[in-house]
């Protein structure tokens, strides 16, 4: 059975920063893709980065380039988001997802909420 | 970046109904698209994977259909279980796009 579980969210004043982490048990993490995804409270589903299986690749959705950092630490089964620059509109639960083979988003954690307010 | 219209934003619904969620993608994404449930307060859940691949486990009443730009999410004899909200998503290329989201309410 697939876990994942993030942690790391908390209240930031803007121009902040955090560290999300992710831990996946179940799978054989080091040949799995990890993805971010976020929601704004009443709001819809917002990608926010992947990293490869061996951390040599990553992507970043234009809104977060340059103040987010993906990264991974396959001894650990862990996956780090580190969100600096935090702006209000950046106030969102952050989830961290799984891949399926084809590259779909199949397993969800509950997410870790990141709240930007002064 | 792909860019992921999804229609209605809501959608109201009585038990029983067939209800049809349209997503249109502004480019050709084959059929890298994949449809999620998402229920107050919760993770959103994977239904549909490859356009039309129901994941184990997702009642036959729910069904995908489309390729290329135009796709639906179908279901039929809708349940009480089935009031959610409905995201599409292109997976063919980054950045990975989600449709708005739609909402099927009780009538």
């Known amino acids: 059975q697939v876990q994942v579980a993030e942690s790391g969210g908390g209240v930031v004043q803007p121009g902040g920063s955090l560290r999300l982490s992710c831990t996946a048990s179940g799978i054989a993490f080091a040949s799995y893709a990890m993805h971010w995804v976020r929601q704004a409270p009443g709001r819809g589903l917002e990608w926010v980065s992947v990293i490869s299986f061996n951390g040599s690749k990553t992507f970043y959705a234009d809104s977060v380039m340059g103040r987010f950092t993906i990264s991974r630490d396959n001894s650990k089964n862990t996956v780090f988001l580190q969100v600096s620059s935090l702006r209000v509109d950046d106030t969102a639960l952050y989830y961290c997802?799984?891949?399926?083979?084809?590259?779909?988003?199949?397993?969800w954690g509950l997410g870790t909420l990141v709240t930007v307010s002064s | 970046d792909t860019q992921m219209t999804q229609s209605p934003s809501t959608l109201s619904a009585s038990i029983g109904d067939r209800v049809t969620v349209t997503c249109r993608a502004s480019q050709n994404i084959d059929t890298w698209l994949a449809w999620y449930q998402q229920k107050p307060g919760k993770a959103p859940k994977l239904l549909i994977h490859?356009?039309?691949n129901l994941e184990d486990g997702v009642p036959s009443r729910f069904s995908g259909s489309g390729s290329g730009t135009e796709f639906t999410l179908t279901i039929s004899n809708l349940q009480p279980d089935d009031f959610a909200t409905y995201y599409c998503h292109q997976y063919d290329t980054y950045p990975l796009t989600f449709g708005g989201g739609t909402k099927v309410e009780i009538k």
């Open positions: 490859k356009a039309s």
């Open positions: 997802v799984v891949p399926g083979h084809g590259g779909e988003l199949e397993y």
